[in-house]
């Protein structure tokens, strides 16, 4: 990737004194990002300036330890220019940005494309980390690490499940039931009589990745994940799309009436779905596997046409002495026989395999 010139990209911001031992760089004014979150101002530019960095530097044949202990700091000192735009001071530290380059490659993420569109998708459910940074503004550190979403930026999600494969207090407290869209739990699926409708051929394309990323995860002494389950109710969405369109029209009869002029158009982090959906119109519950990669169709014939979105969450818990206290707690509490959460990691994917099995039609 070559480093975009300033003129053509709004992201290349104003110029960094970057701290070393002894020298500071400055590089002139350019055009700066403008969010009225001023973390978010700081991320933006932190993140277009590491892979502009980034770009120069030739790709290493293979990591290296060091690699995973590496980090990359920038302090700039912005005294000259409008504070709207950006902090009058702030920091910026990627850690490991060989490491996170090379799983970006591995996901199928151009640099160019790393803030915007994937080209790729990958053959697995567990969540793909893409980059860790820390903000500093104001003497105050926000750490920030970036996934890919499991869900879509077109096809609204109507109901999901977070699936542990254990019924043991997993239900959904009547708080989380009455927001808008609620996150369901095991009780919640089976008592819904809940089911996923893909064709056989989907199902053991799941299951294959399931079975591996589990395997890795047992290897990696992790439990405690769950199914991330989205379901994108299609003939809802066509109805919805209708009244939206509705009101729409309706609004622009008013503002014929009235004269009104179009707002103009944004260029805000928010006018990324806009790029994205300028792109050739897709019909009702079609979606592109290149950027929708953990989605998938409902079987011909199902009870109701359906777009499901499943991957993996919360990865990150290793089975430790806490949890190991806790397993001993619980364990007391609701009967040695009783399906807890908290169990071993072999225990856990092995449950956990067997009731994912079960969800699909």
Same mark, same amino acid.
């Given at each position: 990737?070559?480093?975009?010139?300033?003129?053509?990209?709004?992201?290349?911001?104003?110029?960094?004194?970057?701290?070393?031992?002894?020298?500071?760089?400055?590089?002139?004014?350019?055009?700066?990002?403008?969010?009225?979150?001023?973390?978010?101002? &700081?991320?933006?530019?932190?993140?277009?300036?590491?892979?502009? /960095?980034?770009?120069?530097?030739?790709?290493?044949?293979?990591?290296?330890?060091?690699?995973?202990?590496?980090?990359?700091?920038?302090?700039?000192?912005?005294?000259?220019?409008?504070?709207?735009?950006?902090? +009058?001071?702030?920091?910026?530290?990627?850690?490991?940005?060989?490491?996170?380059?090379?799983?970006?490659?591995?996901?199928?993420? $151009?640099?160019?494309?790393?803030?915007?569109?994937?080209?790729?998708?990958?053959?697995?459910?567990?969540?793909?980390?893409?980059?860790?940074?820390?903000?500093? &503004?104001?003497?105050?550190?926000?750490?920030?690490?970036?996934?890919?979403?499991?869900?879509?930026?077109?096809?609204?999600?109507?109901?999901?499940?977070?699936?542990?494969?254990?019924?043991?207090?997993?239900?959904?407290?009547?708080?989380?039931?009455?927001?808008?869209?609620?996150?369901?739990?095991?009780?919640?699926?089976?008592?819904?009589?809940?089911?996923?409708?893909?064709?056989?051929?989907?199902? $053991?394309?799941?299951?294959?990745?399931?079975?591996?990323?589990?395997?890795?995860?047992?290897?990696?002494?992790?439990?405690?994940?769950?199914?991330?389950?989205?379901?994108?109710?299609?003939?809802?969405?066509?109805?919805?799309?209708?009244?939206?369109?509705?009101?729409?029209?309706?609004?622009?009869?008013?503002? /014929?009436?009235?004269?009104?002029?179009?707002?103009?158009?944004?260029?805000?982090?928010?006018?990324?779905? +806009?790029?994205?959906?300028?792109?050739?119109?897709?019909?009702?519950?079609?979606? /592109?596997?290149? &950027?929708?990669?953990?989605?998938?169709?409902?079987?011909?014939?199902?009870?109701?046409?359906?777009?499901?979105?499943?991957?993996?969450? /919360?990865?990150?818990?290793?089975?430790?002495?806490?949890?190991?206290?806790?397993?001993?707690?619980?364990?007391?509490?609701?009967?040695?026989?009783?399906?807890?959460?908290?169990?071993?990691?072999?225990?856990?994917?092995?449950?956990?395999?067997?009731?994912?099995?079960?969800?699909?039609?």
């Amino acid at each position: 990737m070559s480093s975009p010139s300033a003129s053509s990209n709004p992201l290349s911001i104003l110029a960094p004194k970057r701290k070393t031992k002894k020298k500071h760089f400055v590089q002139q004014k350019v055009e700066v990002f403008r969010a009225s979150d001023p973390v978010l101002s &700081v991320l933006m530019w932190g993140v277009n300036h590491s892979i502009n /960095d980034l770009s120069q530097v030739p790709v290493p044949v293979m990591l290296l330890p060091d690699d995973f202990k590496a980090s990359t700091k920038i302090k700039v000192n912005n005294h000259l220019f409008n504070k709207e735009n950006l902090p +009058g001071q702030f920091k910026f530290k990627e850690y490991c940005p060989q490491v996170f380059r090379n799983l970006r490659e591995r996901f199928g993420i $151009e640099d160019q494309d790393y803030q915007h569109i994937v080209t790729c998708h990958g053959n697995t459910l567990l969540p793909q980390f893409l980059a860790m940074y820390r903000v500093t &503004v104001e003497s105050e550190d926000t750490y920030l690490l970036v996934m890919r979403n499991m869900f879509s930026h077109r096809l609204h999600v109507h109901r999901k499940y977070d699936l542990k494969g254990s019924l043991v207090s997993r239900e959904a407290s009547f708080k989380e039931k009455v927001k808008e869209l609620p996150t369901y739990k095991d009780v919640d699926f089976r008592n819904n009589m809940q089911k996923v409708y893909v064709s056989d051929e989907e199902k $053991e394309k799941i299951m294959d990745k399931l079975s591996r990323d589990i395997e890795f995860l047992v290897r990696m002494r992790i439990m405690d994940y769950s199914l991330l389950l989205g379901i994108h109710d299609v003939e809802r969405a066509e109805r919805e799309e209708e009244e939206e369109e509705m009101e729409s029209s309706y609004e622009e009869e008013e503002e /014929d009436e009235n004269d009104l002029a179009p707002a103009p158009g944004s260029t805000s982090p928010e006018g990324i779905s +806009g790029y994205m959906n300028s792109f050739k119109p897709m019909g009702p519950g079609e979606f /592109d596997p290149y &950027v929708d990669v953990y989605a998938i169709q409902s079987a011909v014939g199902a009870p109701q046409r359906e777009v499901y979105f499943m991957g993996l969450i /919360d990865v990150l818990t290793q089975y430790d002495t806490l949890k190991k206290a806790a397993h001993a707690a619980k364990a007391v509490k609701h009967g040695a026989g009783a399906e807890i959460s908290t169990v071993h990691p072999e225990q856990y994917a092995k449950r956990f395999r067997e009731f994912i099995t079960k969800i699909f039609a």
